[in-house]
């Protein structure tokens, strides 16, 4: 429930919840009855919101980047290949999650 939870939210800030953004966007807001939306905000809202830095919010928009395929309509702008595009945005993503949550020293 929490993962279904944190989907909903993440989808909820970048798209919001209005019902042509599913169509615009092409996602499906996660359905999760609004008594458990309750319950997790009670007990866990504080904590997934202080993840919500702009630094965090770019790895969650990077990861649905990398998800899907990257068309180069601007190649006189940058000649990169989809996969070196993906490529790149996981590396951003590495080097944020390991200044954020590094790993612990022995």
């Given amino acids: 429930q ?3 939870y944190v989907e909903y939210r993440v989808d909820t800030i970048v798209y919001g919840t209005d019902a042509d953004a599913e169509e615009t966007y092409n ?6 009855p609004t008594s458990v939306i309750d319950a997790l ?11 919500y830095v ?3 919010l770019n ?3 990077a990861a ?7 068309s180069n ?8 290949t989809s996969d070196a595009i993906k490529a ?6 590495d080097i944020y999650l390991d200044s954020v949550f590094p790993a612990p020293t022995k």
């Avoid at 905000?41 to 993840?51: G, I, Q, R, T, V």
């Avoid at 649905?64 to 990257?70: D, Q, R």
């Fill in 73 to 80: 309509a601007h190649s006189a702008y940058c000649d990169w």
């Fill in 41 to 51: 905000e009670s007990y866990f809202a504080d904590l997934h919101d202080s993840l």
């Fill in 27 to 32: 996602f499906t807001l996660p359905v999760i």
């Fill in 59 to 61: 790895v969650i928009i």
């Fill in 54 to 56: 702009v630094g965090y």
């Fill in 64 to 70: 649905k980047l990398e998800a899907g395929t990257i």
């Fill in 2 to 4: 929490l993962k279904l």
């Fill in 88 to 93: 790149r945005l996981a590396e951003v993503s």
